[in-house]
């Protein structure tokens, strides 16, 4: 069974801060990992994604997360966030080689820029 | 850009009643999926639906929930008897292929009183 432990439910930071949010998971199967952005009533929005190849990936907005096998990680970083980050970010991962799978995603965090 | 439609954006019911929940996946998408977010919570999976039947299920989707697609374009939740725990927000899935992203629509909040 796959799980997503997603370390800082809240993660409070001023504008042009750099951020970092902790994701670490467990699988017995090789996954795939995401990183989802929710913004107030909105649906869940892909960051990035990794899938293979290189350990550090990036995405939109500026994001960017780096995979670490060893550490079973897969943390968020943006070097200067912006007060449009405000949202709920969500990690999930899912099995690599079953199609159609699910995804299981951690309980989020709440990443608050403020000015 | 295509993407996830959902209606209606938020539903109320009584405690008791079937509600369908309906969802347009992207035209050309091939796999369906329904999540749920309890207010609160994490989001969890319900179901994957692919080739007109469903390819994976959770232990939350008992017999109380089915999935349809009636037709070309919607894929459709239905909860047949709601209970106060029921109340969540719903949200539909697709993806082109079972390993591609998911693209998710904005979700339907279930009000269950």
């Known amino acids: 069974a796959q799980s997503v432990t997603q370390l800082d439910s809240q993660v409070p930071v001023f504008e042009e801060a750099p951020v970092e949010l902790r994701c670490n998971y467990s699988?017995?199967?090789?996954?795939?990992l995401f990183w989802y952005v929710q913004y107030p009533n909105q649906g869940l929005q892909l960051l990035l994604k990794?899938?293979?190849?290189?350990?550090l990936v990036k995405g939109i907005n500026g994001f960017e997360a780096e995979f670490n096998k060893s550490q079973t990680s897969f943390h968020l970083r943006k070097p200067s966030v912006h007060i449009s980050d405000t949202a709920e970010y969500f990690c999930?991962?899912?099995?690599?080689?079953?199609?159609?799978?699910?995804?299981?995603f951690g309980k989020g965090t709440t990443l608050s820029v403020s000015s | 850009e295509p993407e996830v439609t959902q209606t209606p954006s938020h539903q109320v019911t009584q405690m008791g009643q079937e509600v369908i929940l309906r969802c347009v996946p992207i035209?050309?998408?091939?796999?369906f999926y329904w999540y749920r977010q309890i207010l609160g919570q994490k989001v969890e999976f319900l179901v994957s639906?692919?080739?007109?039947?469903?390819?994976?299920k959770s232990e939350i989707f008992d017999d109380q929930f089915s999935v349809e697609r009636p037709d070309g374009s919607n894929f459709t939740l239905k909860i047949r008897s709601t209970k106060l725990e029921d109340s969540a927000m719903y949200f539909c899935?697709?993806?082109?292929?079972?390993?591609?992203?998911?693209?998710f629509g904005p979700g339907t909040r279930l009000t269950v009183l």
């Open positions: 035209s050309n998408h091939l796999y």
């Open positions: 639906f692919y080739n007109n039947e469903i390819s994976e």
């Open positions: 699988s017995s199967v090789s996954v795939y």
């Open positions: 999930a991962v899912s099995d690599l080689y079953q199609a159609g799978t699910a995804l299981i």
């Open positions: 899935a697709s993806s082109l292929g079972g390993l591609d992203e998911q693209f």
């Open positions: 990794y899938l293979s190849g290189s350990t």
